[in-house]
């Protein structure tokens, strides 16, 4: 039972406009949530998190929302640029111990110039 | 800072080889993991350490050992290598603290084919 999901596996934007990028979870317990960025041959790079305390969190031109009822959570890139391009993985664990984090299958982002 | 290490970065091997991949982090980090990834799949969890001598299994130990004699090191191994283990390894670092400061830092990946 995959306990951390992204339905999308791929999606493409235009330069300029909004990227949602979404992630469901099944295990309750979970309540710090983060997300990475990958380039190809390079290892995941940390882009944001969130802790279950917030609904939330803003980084320059990354928000990520969560929704604790619907076990859900949400990564806006305003505006996208075409070096966003890359995959996106969710990841979620109990506590901040992100060492033993369970991760989403990835959803790939291209933006078009 | 080099931060997380890897090699090799590339490895082939045959059925039934054993091998060890390295994995170093100058971080002074607490916590390490090692993630394997498949094609059109997430990062499964192996085996992760929260410190020097302390060890747990993830989601897909088998076939792997690991052991932490150092905050600094963290070695996966192979003990006897199956078409199935292959795939892309990655290590990653973390601290533990509290307040969301527990991102890990990953290493660019060892891309192993067992033949």
């Known amino acids: 039972d995959q306990q951390v999901k992204q339905n999308s596996p791929s999606l493409s934007v235009q330069e300029g406009r909004i990227s949602i990028l979404n992630c469901d979870y099944t295990n309750s317990m979970f309540d710090y949530f983060l997300w990475y960025k990958k380039y190809p041959a390079e290892g995941p790079t940390f882009l944001i998190s969130i802790s279950s305390i917030k609904d939330k969190n803003e980084d320059g031109r990354f928000t990520v929302f969560l929704n604790k009822s619907a076990k859900h959570l949400s990564l806006h890139i305003v505006p996208s640029q075409p070096g966003d391009s890359a995959v996106y993985f969710c990841?979620?664990?109990?506590?901040?111990?992100?060492?033993?984090?369970?991760f989403g299958d990835g959803t790939t982002l291209t933006v078009k110039p | 800072n080099a931060g997380v290490t890897q090699t090799p970065k590339f490895q082939v091997l045959k059925t039934g080889q054993s091998m060890t991949l390295q994995c170093a982090q100058d971080?002074?980090?607490?916590?390490m993991s090692w993630y394997r990834q498949d094609p059109g799949m997430g990062l499964r969890l192996i085996h992760y350490s929260v410190g020097a001598g302390i060890t747990d299994q993830g989601e897909v130990p088998n076939g792997y050992n690991v052991s932490r004699s150092t905050t600094e090191d963290f070695p996966l191994r192979l003990l006897s290598a199956a078409p199935s283990q292959t795939s892309v390894y990655f290590c990653?670092?973390?601290?533990?603290?509290?307040?969301?400061?527990?991102?890990?830092?990953f290493g660019p990946g060892t891309r192993l084919t067992v033949l």
């Open positions: 971080m002074n980090h607490e916590y």
């Open positions: 990653a670092s973390s601290f533990s603290l509290a307040g969301g400061l527990g991102t890990q830092y």
């Open positions: 990841a979620a664990s109990v506590g901040t111990n992100a060492g033993k984090s369970t």
